[in-house]
């Protein structure tokens, strides 16, 4: 219900302030994850990074595109599998699920720790590799759909000025 209400509140601010007025809304209520993406990644991080996402969607026409036509489940979990989330592109709309309590994910990232899902998905291709190789992110499914999410994250970031 919080969700949708949000939705219907926020989305005309791009239509009346134009998509500038939206980033500078999102760059504003997303202080927190600006910190999280040029500091020390810690346990906040995903949580924040799929709040700043659902708020840019929400706020800002052109980082809506990035959704339109496209459906995906994402499943993000820590090594332990104490900490899950996931996050579910539908009718060009995200919901975010913070328990993580979705079993048909098109992809599952499973990493070693916050930093290492931060560079993973904030990396260039070369990087992306090396996360995979030395075994500190792993990924379960349609690689592409992963490609997809860390375009869409490294845009995110750049439209809070971090990266």
């Known amino acids: 219900m919080r969700a949708k209400l949000k939705r219907v509140l926020l989305r005309p601010i791009p239509y009346l302030f134009s998509d500038a007025g939206g980033n500078f809304i999102t760059k504003l ?19 924040l990074l799929l709040a700043g996402m659902d708020l840019a969607f929400a706020l800002s026409k052109g980082y809506r595109k ?15 599998k104490r900490v899950a989330s996931a996050a579910i592109f539908k009718d060009g ?18 990493f070693k720790d916050w930093k290492a899902l931060r560079d993973f998905l904030f990396s260039g291709d ?38």
């Open 29 to 47: 209520w997303s202080k927190r994850l600006r910190e999280e993406l040029g500091g020390t990644a810690t346990d906040k991080f995903l949580d």
């Open 66 to 80: 990035n959704i339109r036509d496209f459906e995906g489940r994402y499943l993000f979990r820590s090594a332990d």
């Open 93 to 110: 709309d995200m919901h975010v699920d913070p328990e993580g309590a979705i079993d048909d994910w098109d992809v599952r990232v499973t």
């Open 126 to 163: 070369q990087d992306i590799l090396d996360s995979l190789l030395e075994n500190k992110v792993e990924v379960d499914g349609n690689p592409n759909y992963i490609f997809k999410y860390g375009f869409m994250a490294r845009d995110l970031g750049r439209r809070l000025g971090v990266g």
